[in-house]
């Protein structure tokens, strides 16, 4: 899509299978969900990936973990009709602010990258995903 200059379409895929591979993982990690096993909403998503700290002694493993994940944090920020929708790449604006602000060929770009390098991690490194299709 985006060699054919789609990039609002390519943004939207991209970022549905993103979404996709976040709630795989979720369900694949009990610590991600509530204590009944439930969504927990984006916020608590956030909180629960892995990171590394920076006094903290990691493993390439662990720093390659973190790495992984560190763009969950920006992607995954919500934000209400009182604030401006955010011009970078953003779930939340992508399906819920469509219009040239948030679909950009950038963002597209973004988006594409991050779901391809997700997809590829869990894939290389084994992560559990437990995928409702």
Known sequence: MTESGMFSGAQALAANVWDTLVRGL???NPAWLTDKGWWPGYSK??????TVGI???????QFR??????????TLEEFRRQHPVPEGFNRHATAHA?????YTAA?????LMLAVSVLRE???QGYPVQLHA
Do not use: E, H, Y
């Open 98 to 102: 469509a219009g040239d602000l948030q």
């Open 122 to 124: 869990i894939d290389d």
């Open 65 to 74: 973990k973190a790495a992984a994940f560190l763009p969950f944090a920006k």
């Open 26 to 28: 979720a369900f694949a």
């Open 45 to 50: 998503i956030r909180q629960s990936v892995p």
């Open 107 to 111: 963002n597209a770009m973004i988006a």
């Open 55 to 61: 006094d903290v002694d990691a493993t390439i493993g």
